[in-house]
């Protein structure tokens, strides 16, 4: 065997990650979409954004857009042909698990309200007080750091992520909020970024998932090799700090036993708000989804999409 294959299972060996926003991308939308498993999938594959997933009225968009530098695409408007009100990208380097904070809380908001409501949470204004939207950052330690006149920033305690508060800016698509992690480059710095009227509580929502201390699983060779310095590695099934974190049972736990751990926390993160019967149906519909993965029945998560890095090239018919 020639050293190169020798060293091929150690590459594709999975390792749990953390912190979270450090970990990239694992090649799939998986995680983002698993809240919306629900809603209609649209394939598009002979478009720039190759994959769509949209609330059933289709006033909630969310694009996957496998070959571009700004991976997501969420906008949310006030009917299914209205320009979008608000509109949240994700680049290719964040996780999607970050993503999946904000998904889930577009999944609860839209179960809470009423048909073509057009005073549904997912389209409220976003608070005066710009401390609502990172409030789960400060929770968990992030302070505060010099900036321009009308900017706000905030760092982690690592240094190795922030958010970007631009009060200066009143244009529907201006970018006004940004978080980011990881040092500067195409290949190493994840960026989620807000317009001016997303409401705060779903920027809070994808703070949350961003400040979560859980550790998400990844292959050797998913983690940048500029990264794997800053970031903890310990493989499945080993005995850590960080497992420790994760409910297990009495086996170590299997990959899909941590994906359904990291969608399961952000549901929890968004849905602290009561529970009404239609945030019952969706939660019911995703124990479904659940239960049809453990039995082995087809899943409504478009895991066989072609789901490409950004540096694939196209796949032409």
Known sequence: MSARNAYEPYLYQEVLVSPLYLAGSDGTGDAGFAPVAHWPHHHLDDGPCQHLVTSPDQ???IGWFGD???LWKITAAEDAVSAPRWMATFNHVTPAEIVAGLTTALAHDYAEADSYDANARFLTNPSRLWPEAIRP?????WTRDAAERGTVEFSSPDGQAGVLIDN?????DARTVELWAGPPGWAT???AVFTTRTPSHLIAATAAAMADSAPVIRERHQVHREMEHLVTL????SASPQTSQIPQPSRSPTPLDVRRTAVTQAVHRATRAPRTAAALRVMAARSRTASS???GAPSPVPTAM?????SAPRRSR
């Open 59 to 61: 006033r909630i968009r």
């Open 293 to 295: 993965t453990r039995t």
């Open 234 to 237: 310990t493989p499945v099934g």
């Open 68 to 70: 571009d530098f700004e």
């Open 168 to 172: 200066r800016r009143s244009s529907w």
């Open 189 to 191: 710095r994840a960026e």
């Open 137 to 141: 950052l400060t929770d968990a330690g």
């Open 306 to 310: 072609p789901l490409l890095s950004p």
